[in-house]
């Protein structure tokens, strides 16, 4: 146990503080005091030292940062010489200078070769001036831990790899060594990464691995450079005495990881060392997880996506092997983007065996009218029905160890956009790609939210494959069909398309399955229960593929460039096929109605009353809305009957009239609305709008803040 007490002095006339510590310590022998006295002086973050380091962060984005670098060490050094900085300089937060440079780690990845040895340079020359290396700031961390923790998840650059490496072990020669800080955050106590446990704001699955490169790189140091020190009974000592014997200063349940040492491991285990409690940690080292294992520990939940991360094949086959280790949906996603095939296959494999298992001890034990209810078929492997078959069988006395089912799921909702990993699901066995789960919802309605951002294509092909199994594109949900849904999500990925550079080129290359899917989104007329002046009588999967394309709360400048992307889309998918030169004249009319009153009703900024838009409406207040916005719908109205005349009469492409004339009409007509009445002013000011220049009846002006959703 350790004791720190601190005090700070302040020093007025050299605006410095000066900070002492004292630590305290009780070990093995009783109780001892050694009081060590630490002098670093405190300046304030915008000192001319700290102004330099932290300008140079600003700089990165926009000049060359070994430039950057280059000035910056010339700056330090200056201000060294010139007595304006200290070398022992620190923050309020124990920072030194090198903490700060170190923390650069974070900026690194962009990074080209030069930059990076020109940091690598700056810091040994920082270390040859006699900056001390071994300071830990108040949350205990040294620089050294800052290069290995900042490191982040990028398998592929292998050049930051080497380069963090290298600085860590300059910084380890000169006298610094790493903590347990330097870990990645997930073996640390009480610290919690919110990106890691995020969802997408727009619903999609997130399919980062989040990989921790953390043992990997102090393994790496071992190999390359050497590690000091041994494990050693001394660490209730305070670190910085601990050093004289270890580069690394670990919780002792770690040093058998550090050094991958089986005779420390089984000798911490033969003393009852509580090992239990860092299973997801030890996934890093194959031998030390069967280790713990063989001593009668079961696996911690979450373990095997643990030995994910850390992509160790070893931890992976040791856990799928281990029938008290459950394999479920979650365990399949991670499969279905995991970059290391030998991982992929060892999961999915197992999955397989299980599910046969599963499958044989149903055929055997459950009478033949239940089997035929949970559709089980010798040609077929269970799907859905896995967990009714499982809770049956768990009510006799049949053995079930590994074959746990928890909900209702269906494999084809966990393979993402791998579609290697969905043929090989199918000719496994499994089959019901239609089957409802427990919301009435599909493989196909739920194909949003069951495949991470990508392509168009991508999205098509994986739709495509579940209807080429046999999923239902009609199938009839709560409102609307399973189409209305992939209009929908056809709509939002091109949302997000708008930012890309050669989003038009990928539309023009859309492929002929994909294309056909596209026609049958845009063409098919069934409604849903929707009352909205977006699209008479109901949406069709066209509206919904409109309200995807153009969000509630779209400026006019990004709808304008929206809609030329769903021209060039309904280019490519109307004039594609050379054998339907003329379009069907009810396919013709059911687009031009259809588009030409979403997005003229997208413009007058009319309120939608869909019954799936982001805010739950409820009936009465649909008629509210109408009732108040009638004036903007008899504005819709009539537009409508003036653009479809001006289609027809000029004989124009829907694509190239709603981004040229259509366009033109809009603008004039909005430019030229009319003013507010007293009544609607008076209306807005009751709702606590502030109108800017608003003086008397009439006059011009314009609204400065209006309270967020009237
Ligand atoms: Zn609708
Ligand atoms: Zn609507």
Not at 190 to 207: A, E, I, L, S
Not at 340 to 362: C, G, H, T, W, Y
Request: proline residues 3%; hydrophobic residues 35%.
């Amino acid at each position: 146990m350790t004791l720190l007490h601190r005090r700070i002095f302040c020093r007025w006339a050299l605006r410095i503080s000066l900070e002492t510590s004292f630590s305290s310590t009780i070990g093995a022998g009783g109780f001892s005091i050694s009081p060590k006295l630490e002098f670093r002086a405190i300046v304030p973050i915008n000192s001319e030292i700290f102004s330099a380091l932290y300008g140079a962060e600003e700089s990165f984005r926009s000049q060359d940062v070994s430039s950057v670098i280059q000035s910056t060490r010339e700056a330090l050094f200056e201000a060294f010489r010139e007595g304006k900085a200290s070398k022992s300089d620190a923050l309020e937060s124990g920072d030194t200078i090198l903490h700060v440079i170190t923390g650069w780690q974070k900026y690194s990845s962009r990074w080209d070769t030069r930059s990076r040895l020109t940091w690598r340079s700056f810091i040994k020359d920082l270390l040859q001036a006699g900056l001390s290396p071994d300071r830990a700031n108040y949350r205990g961390q040294t620089p050294a831990d800052r290069m290995i923790s900042g490191f982040g998840h990028e398998s592929s650059d292998l050049e930051k790899q080497q380069i963090t490496i290298d600085i860590c072990s300059d910084l380890l020669k000169a006298g610094g060594y790493m903590t347990r800080e330097a870990l990645d955050w997930r073996h640390q106590e009480n610290v919690f990464n919110p990106y890691y446990y995020v969802w997408r704001g727009d619903g999609r699955r997130t399919d980062d691995l989040f990989e921790d490169f953390s043992f990997r790189l102090i393994w790496r140091i071992t190999d390359e450079k050497g590690l000091q020190g041994i494990y050693t009974s001394k660490r209730n000592l305070k670190a910085r005495d601990a050093k004289l014997n270890q580069d690394i200063d670990l919780p002792e349940e770690l040093q058998p990881l550090i050094y991958k040492s089986r005779k420390l491991m089984t000798a911490q285990l033969r003393r009852g060392i509580d090992l239990h409690r860092w299973i997801k940690t030890y996934t890093r080292w194959g031998d030390g997880l069967a280790l713990i294992l063989q001593s009668g520990h079961a696996p911690t939940e979450g373990a095997l996506k643990a030995a994910c991360e850390a992509n160790c094949e070893e931890s992976v086959k040791i856990l799928v092997n281990d029938h008290k280790y459950f394999i479920g949906n979650e365990e399949l996603a991670i499969a279905s983007f995991h970059p290391n095939q030998a991982i992929v296959d060892l999961i999915v494999s197992e999955f397989i065996d299980r599910r046969k298992r599963l499958q044989a001890l149903a055929e055997a034990h459950l009478p033949r009218s239940v089997q035929d209810q949970l559709r089980i078929e010798s040609q077929s492997l269970l799907n859905v029905h896995a967990y009714e078959a499982y809770k049956l069988l768990a009510a006799t006395s049949v053995d079930l160890e590994g074959l746990l089912e928890r909900h209702r799921w269906s494999v084809f909702d966990c393979f993402g956009v791998n579609l290697d990993l969905a043929d090989r699901l199918w000719s496994a066995g499994f089959r019901g790609v239609d089957e409802i789960d427990d919301d009435d919802k599909t493989c196909l309605t739920k194909a949003w939210t069951d495949t991470p951002p990508c392509d168009l294509e991508v999205f098509l092909q994986k739709t495509h494959w579940l209807i080429s199994k046999g999923a239902d594109i009609y199938h009839q949900k709560s409102s609307g069909s399973a189409l209305h849904d992939i209009g929908n999500s056809v709509g939002s990925i091109l949302y997000w398309m708008k930012e890309e550079e050669d989003s038009s080129s990928k539309i023009h290359s859309l492929s002929e399955p994909s294309t056909a899917l596209l026609r049958t989104v845009l063409s098919d007329i069934t409604r849903d229960d929707c009352e909205c002046a977006c699209s008479l009588n109901g949406c069709s999967p066209l509206t919904t593929l409109l309200s995807g394309l153009l969000p509630t709360r779209t400026d006019h400048g990004t709808v304008a460039k929206l809609i030329h992307l769903f021209a060039e889309l309904l280019r490519v998918v109307l004039f594609h096929s050379k054998s339907e030169p003329e379009l069907d004249p009810r396919f013709k009319s059911h687009l031009s109605v259809g588009i030409l009153r979403f997005i003229t009703f997208k413009s007058l900024d009319i309120t939608h009353t869909c019954l799936h838009e982001y805010r739950k409406i409820v009936p009465e207040e649909i008629e509210a809305i109408q009732d108040e916005e009638e004036p903007l719908i008899l504005d819709l109205e009539r537009l409508l009957t003036q653009f479809s005349e001006e289609l027809n009469v000029h004989g124009l492409q829907l694509p190239s009239y709603i981004t040229g004339l259509w366009r033109t009409n809009m603008a004039s007509f909005l430019s030229t609305l009319r003013p507010h009445s007293s009544k609607e002013i008076a209306q807005i000011l009751e709702l606590g709008v502030i109108l800017d220049g608003h003086k008397t009846q009439g006059e011009d002006f314009c609204i400065l803040a209006a309270a967020e959703d009237h």
